[in-house]
């Protein structure tokens, strides 16, 4: 069952042995020998590697599940202590993670965490493979994806804070060029959608970047609330006029694991 969702997030048999550790032809077999078992095709097999039929995606909206409670009573039996995996961007690791992380402990002492900072690409890849129980990221509108990127079939989601946005420049510092982080970042896809592609920018590596070239009266920048909050307390940066969006912190989890994951949502949502 590990090799069958392993195999439906990687896309090909190849990929899903590199992050198993296991030879493609184990990989293969395992397919294989879970497809007979049911008598049916669980992936269509195409040259562009292996793509789920509608029996697959059935078994894949259950298979975490199972795999959950056949965990469940490993660790029982076993007496090992409770274990999750939540990966987050590193913007959210820093800054949202800590206080999730004691409510965690305190609720549940018997719960070891795990935390990665990954990329949003990386985040839904590792949730949907399960490597990861859950991840954090940014995003915006009714569905995953709203910020503009594709996401994997088959998660869901809640929505647990929010970060809004502010448009700010130095005092007397320059207006142009807008001051953009690295394509495939959240507040640089919301800066996208905000500004289009016509307005002169300068794209630089970070958001950490963006803010210090900022201060140092460069340009403006679309920021976070989190970056912002001191340096307009201070009036190192002043707001600039502009309607931004409120973008959602988002936790995203394979559907159907709500069970395995209660306490850490209670622990978002609190």
Same mark, same amino acid.
């Given at each position: 069952m590990r090799g069958f969702v392993a195999v439906a997030?990687?896309?090909?048999?190849?990929? &899903?042995?590199?992050r198993?550790?296991?030879?493609?032809?184990?990989?293969?077999?395992? #397919? =294989?020998? +879970? /497809?007979?078992?049911?008598? @049916?095709?669980?992936?269509?097999?195409?040259?562009?590697?292996?793509?789920?039929?509608? !029996?697959?995606a059935t078994l894949l909206a259950r298979a975490q599940a199972l795999l959950d409670h056949a965990e469940e009573v490993r660790r029982v039996v076993t007496g090992r202590r409770r274990r999750v995996r939540i990966g987050a961007? /590193?913007?959210?690791?820093?800054?949202? +993670? !800590?206080? @999730?992380?004691?409510? %965690?402990?305190?609720?549940?002492? *018997?719960? *070891? #965490?795990?935390?990665?900072?990954?990329? =949003?690409?990386?985040?839904?890849?590792?949730?949907?493979?399960?490597? %990861?129980?859950?991840?954090?990221?940014?995003?915006?509108?009714?569905?995953?994806?709203g910020l503009g990127f594709v996401p994997p079939p088959?998660?869901?989601?809640?929505?647990?804070?929010? @970060?809004?946005?502010?448009?700010?420049? &130095?005092?007397?510092?320059?207006? *142009? !060029?807008l001051l953009v982080s690295a394509p495939g970042c959240s507040i640089r896809l919301a800066?996208?959608?905000?500004?289009?592609a016509e @307005? !002169?920018? =300068?794209? %630089?590596?970070s958001l950490a970047t963006a803010r210090e070239w900022t201060r140092q009266g460069l340009g403006r920048a679309l920021l976070p609330d989190f970056v912002t909050e001191a340096d307009l307390a201070s009036g190192a940066l002043v707001p600039l006029d502009l309607d931004a969006p409120v973008l959602a912190v988002r936790l995203v989890w394979q559907r159907g694991r709500e069970s395995a994951l209660r306490d850490v949502l209670y622990a978002m949502s609190v």
């Amino acid at each position: 069952m590990r090799g069958f969702v392993a195999v439906a997030g990687a896309g090909t048999v190849t990929g &899903a042995a590199d992050r198993l550790g296991l030879a493609p032809a184990s990989v293969s077999e395992q #397919v =294989r020998r +879970l /497809e007979d078992s049911l008598g @049916v095709a669980l992936f269509e097999r195409t040259p562009q590697g292996m793509r789920l039929t509608e !029996p697959g995606a059935t078994l894949l909206a259950r298979a975490q599940a199972l795999l959950d409670h056949a965990e469940e009573v490993r660790r029982v039996v076993t007496g090992r202590r409770r274990r999750v995996r939540i990966g987050a961007l /590193e913007m959210l690791a820093a800054v949202k +993670l !800590p206080a @999730v992380i004691r409510r %965690l402990s305190e609720r549940c002492p *018997d719960l *070891d #965490v795990d935390v990665r900072a990954l990329t =949003r690409q990386d985040l839904l890849a590792e949730v949907t493979r399960g490597g %990861l129980d859950a991840a954090l990221l940014v995003d915006s509108g009714p569905a995953i994806g709203g910020l503009g990127f594709v996401p994997p079939p088959g998660l869901d989601f809640a929505d647990v804070d929010e @970060v809004r946005l502010f448009l700010v420049a &130095a005092p007397g510092g320059d207006r *142009d !060029p807008l001051l953009v982080s690295a394509p495939g970042c959240s507040i640089r896809l919301a800066a996208d959608q905000v500004f289009g592609a016509e @307005v !002169p920018r =300068r794209e %630089l590596t970070s958001l950490a970047t963006a803010r210090e070239w900022t201060r140092q009266g460069l340009g403006r920048a679309l920021l976070p609330d989190f970056v912002t909050e001191a340096d307009l307390a201070s009036g190192a940066l002043v707001p600039l006029d502009l309607d931004a969006p409120v973008l959602a912190v988002r936790l995203v989890w394979q559907r159907g694991r709500e069970s395995a994951l209660r306490d850490v949502l209670y622990a978002m949502s609190v």
